[in-house]
């Protein structure tokens, strides 16, 4: 599979992704990791989706930069209130200790497994020491299309300990659960909430 083919499934599905209420289920979540935050923090939402996160974020106070893969999410999100969110791909991002804090929220997942470790390595880098990553992924084994054509991959919780670890995060907070998203199939998933540790402290 090409990302553009789970990118056109999104661009395709904006309103019955907004329709339904995501952003309703995961304000708990929003609301521990922006706990974490300093005021006016400056905070990386990767794959924004719609918007509604980050228009929550904006509310609070912090800069916010949205990014989406799908032009239809980037569409949808920059008509949220303050939201000014652009096309990007995991790969893009760049920059070192730009972020107080990362929300990445379900859309690593639609990396392939051999890419996790980079990306997660490329967010580590662009977060000031001691920031935050929020990271929702599902749980499984593998790698491949769901019911409706979007690329994924599933992790057991060890190996994202693991991951994380490598990448030069501390675990702080996890939450286990199932539910269903957009293809209508439920499956279960895990979020994580883990601290950037400088990089002196990760090599001794």
């Known amino acids: 599979m090409k990302p553009e083919d ?6 395709a599905r904006v309103e019955d992704y907004v329709a339904m209420g995501a952003a309703l289920k995961e304000r708990p979540d929003l609301d521990a990791f922006m706990a974490r935050l300093p005021e006016e923090a400056h905070v990386l ?26 032009a ?19 790969e893009e991002i760049s920059g070192a200790e730009v972020y107080d804090g990362v929300w990445a929220n379900f859309s690593l997942l ?54 994380l670890a490598d990448a030069g995060f501390e675990i702080a ?9 957009l293809s209508g199939d439920a499956s279960e998933f895990i979020v994580l909430l883990a601290q950037a540790i400088p990089v002196a402290a990760t090599t001794g």
């Open 72 to 90: 239809g999410m980037v569409a949808r999100a920059s008509a949220q209130p303050g939201v000014q969110a652009r096309q990007a791909r995991f």
């Open 110 to 163: 639609h990396a392939p497994r051999g890419e996790l470790p980079g990306h997660l390595a490329r967010l580590h880098r662009a977060l000031k020491p001691g920031g935050w990553l929020h990271l929702g992924m599902k749980l499984g084994e593998g790698e491949g299309p769901d019911s409706i054509g979007r690329f994924y991959s599933y992790y057991s919780e060890d190996e994202l300990e693991h991951l």
């Open 6 to 11: 789970t990118l056109a499934v999104y661009d």
């Open 173 to 181: 907070g996890r939450r286990v659960s199932r539910g269903k998203g």
């Open 45 to 70: 939402d990767l794959g924004c989706g719609p918007g509604f996160s980050a228009a929550l974020m904006v509310a609070r106070g912090f800069a916010v930069d949205a990014v989406d893969g799908s």
